[in-house]
């Protein structure tokens, strides 16, 4: 009940496309639900995140948006970029259980010139 | 400019070895991780700590022991290396009061 299934494992998109990835969860205490972006050799570092009060964050060309009666949330990115190639994760928390996150399995995105 | 180091980049060490990695972070935060990072597999919670000298198992703490005697240090011990234990390793901190995580680096450890 505790794990967050992502997909798809790897991308590739043309530059100027749309990218998205997909997690879903099964904890309904779950309440943060953030992504995180990872450069290789980087750690990974926080993207954008969403709390389950809304259904769509949009931060610049990055959307998360959020479907809680199927327990569903997903990244888009729009016109990717070259620079955007990295691994992505999403997550999901709870604000009362001490910062813990469970991470989803990560998706490898690779924008092609 | 917030900041998470450990101590090493790439490790190599053999099988039944004692291991020690190292992680500070300077923003004064309470909440310190450890996570092993495998492909396809994501990042898995080994141990975390919410304050000095306090510390709860996380989903893989099996081989792991830590060990947090200052606020800003958390320590992942590998008791006795194996090469199962071949693997990235990632440290993170937060606020008490927050739940968005800063990562190091990561320490890349190959057992053989």
């Known amino acids: 009940q505790q794990q967050v299934k992502q997909s798809p494992q790897s991308l590739i998109v043309q530059k100027g496309g749309i990218s998205i990835i997909n997690c879903a969860y099964e904890?309904?205490?779950?309440?943060?639900f953030p992504w995180y972006q990872q450069f290789p050799g980087k750690g990974p570092a926080l993207l954008i995140a969403?709390?389950?009060?809304?259904s769509e964050k949009k931060e610049g060309r990055f959307t998360i948006s959020f479907n809680k009666s199927a327990k569903q949330f997903s990244l888009h990115i729009m016109d990717s970029q070259p620079g955007d190639s990295a691994t992505y994760f999403c997550?999901?928390?709870?604000?009362?259980?001490?910062?813990?996150?469970?991470f989803g399995q990560g998706t490898e995105l690779s924008v092609k010139p | 400019d917030v900041k998470v180091t450990q101590s090493s980049r790439y490790l190599v060490k053999r099988t039944g070895e004692k291991v020690f990695l190292e992680c500070v972070q300077d923003m004064d935060h309470e909440n310190m991780f450890w996570y092993r990072q495998d492909p396809g597999l994501g990042l898995r919670l080994i141990y975390f700590?919410?304050?000095?000298?306090?510390?709860e198992k996380g989903d893989i703490p099996e081989g792991y022991s830590v060990s947090r005697e200052k606020k800003e240090r958390f320590s992942l011990i590998l008791e006795s290396a194996s090469t199962n234990q071949t693997s990235m390793y990632l440290c993170?901190?937060?606020?008490?009061?927050?739940?968005?995580?800063?990562f190091g680096p990561g320490t890349r450890l190959t057992v053989t």
């Open positions: 993170a901190s937060s606020r008490v009061d927050g739940l968005e995580q800063y």
């Open positions: 904890n309904t205490a779950f309440d943060y």
């Open positions: 969403i709390r389950p009060d809304v």
């Open positions: 997550a999901a928390g709870e604000y009362n259980q001490g910062g813990k996150l469970i």
């Open positions: 700590s919410y304050d000095v000298k306090m510390k």
